[in-house]
């Protein structure tokens, strides 16, 4: 779209601006958790990488019979999987490309032998020349950075990602913009993974953004048929059979292997493993079902630390070895203090001496794989899972009888009683994710014992992660009152670990709400509830969908229940269908929704009466939603009125956060408009006003009103541009990008095309002071930004392309600065 050259009233520039969101939502402030990057804070770094151990395992002869399952030993040859291994080959020697980085995800249930394959394929790529490294999800300290020049490319990097699924978010995230994985040599990571779900959709997405390549396998079973796991039982049995010792091979009996049960390769070694150790003992019973083996294993476990008492290499009783291993299979590995305060909120141990003997036992037990850590859970984990399960009671094998004191334990170290804040937050999450993963298999842990202590504390619904919840939410046993408790703890602005299993979770409570015969007022909140989950997860034309329905909703409320209440109702469904309509460029529309949303609110908050003041806040931020919209529709002048209005609202109330919020978000609109009326000096003075609270707020919690500071930063920019204070605008606009860049790295979805509007911004600054090789990479960046998007969505991202690539080809065609078409965006275009 061409503009008058001569037209000075016309600002240069995008500018991404902020109408508040009491109502709307929108724009969506984040808060994401798991890692510090540039000036944003969003929570602690969770993870660390270490170099893949080298050497030969631990000698079999060495080990206790659980043990020889565990894959870390590799006891048993690996067999099987050609097909895979070739093409993680393949994966490996594809060539080698300048900014080669690409990640594999290999998803299959517990037990399927992803473990085995990751390490055989490990070994594999160090063979090759490849630096292996391994990635943790705990707190600790990283390997140094490899030595040498980071840009060698004459080799690679291959790291390892077990249990992808039970990272959050943010620590994935920070995992995969860790400095080491983004050299100069091509990278490799190889992400494993129980399930395959909405976790790995977003992280998919999001590394498409960074430049990463993504493919993702289902493990298939490794014995799909009845003569393969006859083959591979009889290896394992063979291989066991020579390190167990009065073995009675005649006596060795093969369990049904028709049973897909056994299509695993931890299963067909577990029955192996039993079979062989049971033919010592050829007048007792064999155990034939898969959880008496597991109870075999585990009562075998229990005779070791017998003969370990026995033999006084440990001093603890069997009782209390009993309670640290319950405590280490749900909370651990943990460092040493928090292994102490584990054991003593549980009551394993009296005292800081009985705390350390019992540690230093449970030490003797079960080494630590990691030096410094403590509370080694059982391995394999199915097996440590199995213990979990048959402690707890419900499960109806009377052969395995509960703990009397289990269903505690897991209670104590859910609330993290007496334990320091962060110890208990740690604590937590990692016990509700073992009892996810557990309750998945075994619904009596789900129904005796998660569900309950979630309807007890919904707040534990956060404690782990959205992949965690994402498992539990998904369990039969979940109900929709449950569900209904859930809800209102989930963050109710966008939060890049929680926004898709929040609009799960919101969906089925609509369905189950709509299926009964609601009234309109509940229905019109239920949509505007739902539709806000929808718009804070990046779905826009479901949003709007929600907010037409609303809207429906909000008419037949007022019409059959004429009062204050429904008329503000449905000017709530109008001005959230303003946002909703405006983030797909349709700015007639909202703007049309946005008036009568003014004009219902209007009697209602300038009425004398009691109940007008309860009406300020809402009217004030409908009358900032009505002026963006003019402005959208080029009607600056009454645009500006109903700004200056919206800002006098907000500047009488009574000083609140919310107010606060509110004024900056009103005053940097009034700005745009004021600029677009050809008053640069003016709309520059009202910005700044709204970037100090933006600022001052943001020194307060970060990771909520950054994206709001880097909206008003932006603005600033444009405003000193207009002025001609070219540099001025360029060091304002690269503390916008900055943070912009940080916050795509935690949610894509919700801030990408805001930093490609920055971005082209700064390029036009750039080129204008002469520095014209930046100026055409960075619109190059906001061009290939909108070009992804428009791809999904052309009618909404046409225009914005055009303009870019229309800049581009000015910028190549002249030898003195272009004069650069920009256009003014709102929030509402992308972030209601």
Same mark, same amino acid.
């Given at each position: ?53 080298? #050497? ?17 030993? /590799? ?13 993680? /080959?393949?994966?490996? #020697? ?64 291959? *790291? ?8 959050? !978010? ?42 990463? %390549? ?61 079979? &062989? ?13 898969? &959880? ?23 001093? %603890? ?36 001496? #009985? ?74 999450? %990692? ?16 129904? #005796? ?21 994402? /498992? ?62 929808? !718009? ?80 300020? %806040? ?85 990771? *909520? ?107 190549? !065609? ?19």
């Amino acid at each position: 779209m061409s503009r008058d050259r001569s037209d000075p009233s016309t600002p240069a520039g995008y500018v991404v601006t902020n109408t508040g969101g009491a109502w709307a939502g929108a724009p969506g402030s984040v808060a994401v958790s798991g890692y510090v990057q540039g000036d944003v804070i969003v929570g602690l770094p969770r993870y660390r990488l270490t170099a893949l151990a080298s #050497g030969p395992p631990r000698p079999a002869e060495t080990l206790r019979l659980a043990e020889l399952l565990d894959a870390r030993h /590799r006891v048993v040859p690996f067999l099987g999987r050609e097909d895979e291994q070739r093409s993680l /080959r393949r994966w490996l #020697g594809s060539p080698y490309i300048r900014g080669d980085r690409e990640v594999r995800l290999i998803h299959a249930p517990g037990g399927q032998g992803k473990t085995r394959l990751a390490d055989q394929f490990a070994e594999t790529a160090r063979e090759a020349g490849w630096e292996v490294l391994r990635a943790h999800r705990d707190p600790g300290a990283s390997d140094p950075a490899p030595a040498g020049d980071p840009h060698r490319t004459d080799h690679g990097m291959l *790291v390892l990602v077990d249990y992808g699924d039970r990272w959050p !978010a943010g620590d994935l995230r920070a995992l995969f913009t860790d400095p080491r994985l983004h050299r100069g040599g091509p990278v490799r990571v190889l992400v494993l993974a129980r399930s395959l779900g909405y976790w790995w959709q977003t992280l998919r997405h999001w590394l498409r953004t960074l430049g990463m %390549s993504t493919q993702e396998r289902e493990l298939p079973p490794l014995a799909p048929d009845r003569a393969d796991r006859e083959r591979l039982f009889r290896a394992a049995a063979t291989r066991f059979a020579a390190l167990v010792p009065h073995v009675r091979t005649d006596a060795v009996r093969v369990p049904d292997l028709a049973d897909p049960a056994y299509g695993t390769a931890l299963t067909l070694q577990l029955a192996a493993l039993v079979a &062989v150790a049971a033919s010592r003992h050829p007048g007792a019973p064999t155990p034939s079902t898969l &959880v008496d083996m597991y109870g075999y294993l585990l009562d075998r476990e229990v005779g070791h630390w017998q003969q370990l008492l026995a033999g006084a290499a440990v001093t %603890s009783r069997p009782e209390q070895l009993d309670r640290a291993v319950l405590a280490a299979t749900l909370a651990g590995p943990v460092p040493y203090d928090v292994a102490q305060a584990i054991l003593g909120s549980v009551g394993a141990g009296t005292g800081s001496a #009985g705390l350390a003997e019992l540690l230093a036992d449970h030490a003797t037990c079960y080494p630590p794989r990691d030096a410094g850590s403590m509370l080694e859970p059982l391995q394999p984990d199915r097996l440590g899972e199995a213990y979990l399960a048959l402690a707890l009671p419900g499960h109806g094998w009377s052969s395995h009888p509960p703990r009397p004191w289990a269903v505690g334990t897991v209670r104590t170290l859910l609330r993290g009683d007496g334990m320091p804040t962060a110890t208990a937050a740690q604590v937590r999450a %990692s016990t509700l994710t073992v009892l996810a993963e557990v309750a998945a298999s075994w619904q009596h842990v789900a129904s #005796g014992v998660l569900l309950p202590a979630l309807r007890d504390d919904p707040t534990l619904a956060t404690a782990a992660g959205g992949a965690v919840l994402a /498992r539990i939410v998904d369990l039969p046993s979940v109900d929709v009152g449950l569900l209904a408790r859930i809800e209102p703890v989930l963050p109710s602005r966008r939060h890049v670990d929680f926004d898709n299993v929040a609009r799960d979770v919101m969906a089925r409570l609509v369905s189950d709400r709509l299926s009964r015969d609601l009234d309109p007022v509940e229905r019109a909140r239920s949509h505007i509830a739902y539709g806000r989950r929808l !718009a804070n997860a990046g779905d826009r034309e479901a949003a709007l969908e929600q907010a037409d329905l609303a809207v429906a909703a909000g008419e037949a409320a007022l019409a059959s229940r004429p009062a204050a209440q429904t008329s503000a109702l449905l000017a709530q469904a109008l001005h959230v269908r303003g946002h909703r309509l405006a983030a797909v460029n349709r700015y007639s529309a909202a703007l049309a929704s946005v008036e009568r949303a003014v004009k219902l609110l209007s009697p209602l908050a300038e009425d004398r009466g009691v109940d007008a003041e309860s009406y300020r %806040s809402t009217f004030a931020e409908t009358l900032d939603n009505l002026a963006l919209r003019l402005s959208h529709t080029y009607r600056h002048e009454q645009a500006e009125v109903v700004a200056r209005r919206a800002v006098s609202l907000f500047t009488g109330g009574p000083g609140s956060t919310v107010e606060d919020v509110g004024l900056a978000g009103a005053l940097t609109n009034l700005a745009v408009i004021e600029a677009h009326l050809g008053r640069g000096g003016e709309a520059l003075s009202t910005v700044r006003r709204a970037e100090q609270i933006w600022r001052r707020l943001s020194e307060d919690e970060p990771s *909520v009103y950054r994206p709001e500071l880097a909206l008003a930063l932006n603005t600033v920019g444009l405003r000193h541009a207009e002025l001609g204070q070219l540099t001025a605008a360029v060091a304002i606009a690269e503390e916008s990008v900055g943070i912009y860049r940080d916050l795509v790295r935690a949610n894509a979805v919700a801030f990408e095309l805001d930093l490609a509007a920055v971005l082209a911004n700064l390029s036009g600054y750039l080129w204008q002071l002469g520095r014209r090789a930046e100026a055409f990479q960075l619109n190059a960046e906001a061009e290939e930004i909108f070009a992804r998007w428009g791809g999904a969505n052309p009618q909404a991202f046409s225009k914005h392309l055009r303009h870019l690539r229309e800049n581009i080809a000015a910028m190549r !065609a002249q030898q003195s600065p272009a004069d650069l078409r920009r256009w003014e965006l709102g929030a509402g275009s992308f972030n209601s």
